[in-house]
């Protein structure tokens, strides 16, 4: 999921430990980096692995470059996030934050007197109205459109190949969307699912729950028995992250196996990949679409090199398991860039939209890249509109 602008960082002189250092010199508007090498990675839960990866790669990279790396725990609290960087500014020795921002207006002003206190920050998956040092933005309305997309050309295939899928009263093929409303993105996100669902002629949505966090597997396996239970002939869930569409498809196992179902007939497709566990789910429901229920995904983000994948293998640096996230280095390539490190440039204030795609396993093919019209704008709106 990405592309490196240009430029970097003024002289600086930063007092510690009784010594002078001079930070590199560069362009940066009237932002001046405090030279202090303590990065704090400020996030809405760490009990997300899809999550917890980006910031695990930040750090990784950053403390090649000699960055001491801390994360913190919101607990799902926007106003935590906000405490956190106030935390920050007072300790003294922290030099740059990464926030997965949950409320961008709430944390406006918080963010001026760290960028005042020569703090450089970058958000994760949210575009601000105000100047920070950059941004890795997830157009999350399209990854909901694109997954929901996914799914009804799923359905029109399997349907078209002999799949008993039923359909309602009114002809239509019953959804379920796994929603989350805690985030500016998650809105936009659950929105689009839902609006994109409900402009289709050939779905019905039928439900509309949310498992987010720590027990997200857990959650999604009980909303959706909760589901089936109310609507035994619903096949199709939109997961909001893998977490969800594990749990989602592990309580359609239970229910296809009591009711002697094929699970080739369901369809289990999240707005995210980015899991490994996930990830082998879905190569053995491209061997055998009876494996299981995920049936897709749509994704967002770059492709890690094998060097990047085997080095961050081998250092151990993450308790995830996961693969090298290349969001998590561009994260931490705009901090590097900004404070002047060798190797790196970014021009403070820039921006990075990752690419979208999404597939399912008869092939669908959907791209959508930084530039291109925005199809989901109608549904970005600040609360829930379904």
């Not at 405490?83 to 500014?89: F, G, L, Q």
């Not at 450089?120 to 949210?126: P, Q």
Request: net charge negative; charged share 20%.
């Amino acid at each position: 999921m990405k592309k490196f602008l240009a430029i970097v960082l003024a002289a600086v002189m930063v007092f510690a430990m009784g010594t002078v250092a001079m930070a590199e010199e560069a362009p940066t508007g009237d932002f001046q980096w405090n030279g202090q090498k303590e990065v704090w990675a400020i996030l809405p839960t760490t009990g997300v692995p899809g999550l917890l990866i980006h910031a695990d790669s930040l750090g990784y990279v950053m403390g090649k470059d000699g960055w001491t790396y801390v994360t913190k725990d919101a607990m799902g609290d926007p106003s935590a996030q906000v405490s956190y960087v106030e935390d920050a500014i007072a300790a003294g020795n922290v030099g740059a934050l990464m926030i997965a921002a949950m409320d961008g207006p709430m944390l406006e002003d918080v963010a001026n007197q760290a960028k005042d206190a020569g703090i450089a920050i970058c958000y994760l998956g949210l575009a601000p109205d105000y100047e920070i040092a950059g941004y890795i933005a997830t157009a999350y309305s399209i990854t909901g459109m694109a997954a929901v997309q996914s799914a009804e050309d799923w359905v029109t295939k399997r349907v078209a190949e002999g799949g008993n899928v039923p359909q309602n009263a009114d002809g239509k093929y019953e959804i379920a969307c796994d929603v989350y409303y805690d985030i500016t993105d998650g809105i936009y996100r659950s929105n689009a699912m839902i609006g994109t669902a409900n402009e289709s002629e050939i779905l019905s949505v039928v439900s509309a729950t949310q498992s987010y966090g720590d027990s997200a597997q857990t959650d999604a396996y009980d909303n959706a028995q909760a589901v089936l239970a109310a609507n035994p002939d619903c096949r199709i869930f939109i997961a909001y992250e893998p977490d969800e569409a594990m749990g989602i498809a592990a309580a359609i196992a239970d229910y296809a196996e009591q009711n002697g179902l094929d699970l080739a007939d369901f369809c289990v497709m999240p707005c995210y990949s980015a899991d490994d566990a996930f990830l082998q789910m879905w190569a053995e429901v491209q061997a055998d679409p009876s494996a299981n229920a995920i049936k897709g995904y749509a994704s967002y983000g770059g492709t890690a090199t094998q060097e990047e994948i085997d080095e961050f293998a081998a250092s151990n640096f993450s308790a995830t398991g996961m693969e090298f996230s290349p969001t998590g280095g561009k994260l931490a390539a705009i901090l590097l860039g900004v404070t002047g490190a060798d190797g790196y440039e970014w021009a403070y204030g820039d921006a990075y939209y990752d690419d979208i795609t999404a597939t399912n396993i008869y092939g669908y093919d959907y791209h959508w890249a930084q530039g291109e019209e925005n199809p989901c704008v109608q549904y970005e709106v600040a609360e829930a509109m379904f």
